[in-house]
């Protein structure tokens, strides 16, 4: 064993040995693996091997075609067969709600080059004879699905990477991880120490144990899982022998029980209900190639579904039932990148579909730690997407939680209950009594909307009973005033004499002065979007920052990279330790000037001022903004403080007809000023002219990091456009995501698929290239992204009903060529399965001017 390397990729299950291959890939060949036992000694070699492309966040099925694509790659590098059977497969919905969550995945698949089709239970079954069609709707089919041989696949990605140049060490486990002052790393195994630049937790079940060994708790937990081995079946063999073609994979949300052909019998798993963490704290060490004691009654009501459903599975002989642990993160998707808080210390851990996501994983950790960037988007797996909130026993809850949900539909207005209350500002009380319906906004409770006594969310793909009190909170904002904790917002302070270079540095935007405020994207090297940000200097080296709460540890590990070593910048995140309230709507300056003892009139404080005032006797600060777009107050003070300033407002604003109002309605006002939200409008695979963010970006102010490319993307101008539409809407608004169409004739706008949109070829198990083949004749499919004289151009990022202009609005982005076109009968957004005319709006509908805020 060699004693120094550039970097140690800790385990040799299929992520370790996927990323390891993508390093040495990339180029980095001084790279070593160490591993405690033999390859796939953790989870990955009692997998049942099954792979697919479909994920709810399209970012992360993108990386799931490519880990497909991958495999005839590493087989022809290593000489090592994966065992590939691309089969395709289907999801089958028994109820029209099901169906609906299909035709949405079906809609996204139009710009994202997926070959899904939308068919009938009998087209399923001509596929599946097993089952029986008549407890199903319709059903969702996707081509490239399958399975493959875990053992041959991790082997086969170990010894393309030994070609590459890569060392492989077994049978040594790392024991400890501690770092030199200079950044090196000291990988203390039990054969000895390595020196490594870079060090990769590729743990698996022992990941946790990893995190803890540099002082982090990483939120992941096993879970037990089972699937069942029928004997051999006569009716496969001779389904194989008539159509010459094996049984395709299917996944039945009812029974939460997926299902393929395995030999000449079956392979059924379930995620049921009663699920059960496996080492719910600490994993042991001498944990091997062992199976757990299958639990036949811990699955019997999903299998009882599942023999309903598939009668033909249950005259078969069971052979062999296994259960193994395998881990997940809170939501199911794997924890990837750097470790805020640390230097060169990645992960690559909770990979719960080792055999869909692997691949992908391994090459956007290998891009990240080879040229500082992931090279997609890759947020919905990024290991700073939870905070500290997620403890041990919250990621125990909420994984059981994710576990037993698998195979459920999540409503866009579902909130999931589980580990709940975790953190609540001091007003948790009052807005209950209130009976504010509270969501989860990254571990802190917020008020969505104010429903009446009785009442709670009933979830839904449509409008549902929150539509008419979110409309009253709107028009009662806009017309007189209202008021909404904005506790949920990130917060920091950047300090110290370089505070404001050190902005400048980071942000397109000039600093302001002391006592203004600005509004400023930050990009990445690549002139990509990667924040925005309100920023207010509050002295001379003292400047306060607000953003997307959920992008607290993101950012905070952009910032510590750029961060000064001399001390001259000091960086303080607040979370909830400082917490606010807004207040927005045209009477609200005269409700705050009753609480403050200094002018506020239009003059004295102006739009974007910021200022230190005590507010109801409480010292707060203020800023002249909302994101309602009205006249209005954004107010923020210590949770001590939270109870005063909210009763001064509530009493002073009787008045003037004071109403609380949710998160829903702050979302619905913003749709109508045409603002953007970070994560849905804003996120890395957009530049700044494409997110229409103009007039945030000052290439002249000074060397901004991105600058370059931001300047690059101006002068050849930017490809796509986020724009605003009208909606002529049914019962049901955009929920993101869905393609949006256009009537332009044989014209050519570009490429129609989404920048992190998977267009990666898909082969046959010849090694043949599919596009859209499928094994059922006749389909009844509706798909395609062409349909006469209409297109699939572009995708809706988010939307909703805007309850004061009363219409339905949605925002995307379409090629620049179109984006000022505001004609009618141009466009068509397609909601659930039906396409809806829609008309750009160029000015926000409310208050175009901009006015009203500036009064
Ligand atoms: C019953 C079952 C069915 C499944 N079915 C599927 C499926 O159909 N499709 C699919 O995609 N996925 C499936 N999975 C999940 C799949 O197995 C995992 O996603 C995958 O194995 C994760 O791989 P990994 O490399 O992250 O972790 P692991 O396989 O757990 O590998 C981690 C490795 O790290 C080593 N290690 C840990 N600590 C140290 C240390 N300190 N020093 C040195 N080495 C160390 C371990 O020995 C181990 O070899 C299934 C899992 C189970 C249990």
Redesign the pocket.
Known sequence: MKSNAKAVV???????CSVLYHLAKAGWTDIML????E??????W??????HTLNGDPNVAKLQAYTVQLYREIEELSGQSCSLHLTGGVMMADTPERMDFLRLAHAKGRYLGMDTELITPSEAKAMFPLMDETNFVGAMWDPVEGHLD?SGTTHAYAKAARKLGAEIVLR???VELTQEVDGTWNVVTEQGTVKAEHVVN?????AR??GRMVGVELPLLAME???LLTEPMPEVEEFNKSTGREMIGVMDFKGEIYTRQERNGILL?TYEKACKPWSPVNTPWDFGHELLQPDIDRIAPSLEIGFKHFPGIEKAGIKQI?N???TFALDGNPLVGPVQGLTNFWCA?A??????QGGGVGLALSNWMVNGDPGFDVWGMDVARFGEWATLRYTNAKVRENYSRRFSIRFPNEELPAARPAQTTPLYDTMLAKNAVMGDSWGLETPLWFAPKGTEDIVSFHRSNDFGPIGEEVRATREKVGVTEIANFAKYEVSGPAAEDFLNRLMTNRMPKTGRIVLTPMLNEFGRLIGDFTIAKADEERFMIWSSSAAQKYHMRWFEKHLPKDDSVRIHRFDQTLVGLSIAGPKSRDLLQKLVDVDISTKAFRFMDFREMAVGGAPCMVNRITYTGDLGYEIWMAPAYQRLVYKAINDAGEEFGLVDFGMRALLSMRLEKNFPTWFRELRPIYGPFEGTMDRFVKLEKNDFIGREAAAREQAEGPKLRRVSFIVDAADADVMGDEPIWAKVGGKDYGTVEKPHGYGAPRFDTAGKEVRGSRAAEGASAVRGIVDGDWRVVGWVTSGGYAHYIRKSMAQGYVPAALAGDESAGLFEIEILGSRRPARINVEPPFDPSGEKMRT
């Open positions: 800790i385990g040799g299950g299929v992520v370790g160490i591993e405690r036992s390859l796939t000694s953790g989870s990955s009692h997998a049942a091997g099954g792979f875990p040594n486990r790392v590729c743990g698996g079940l022992w144990e990893i899982h089972m699937y798993g296994i193994g642990p395998f851990c990979v719960m579909a080792g055999f869909s």
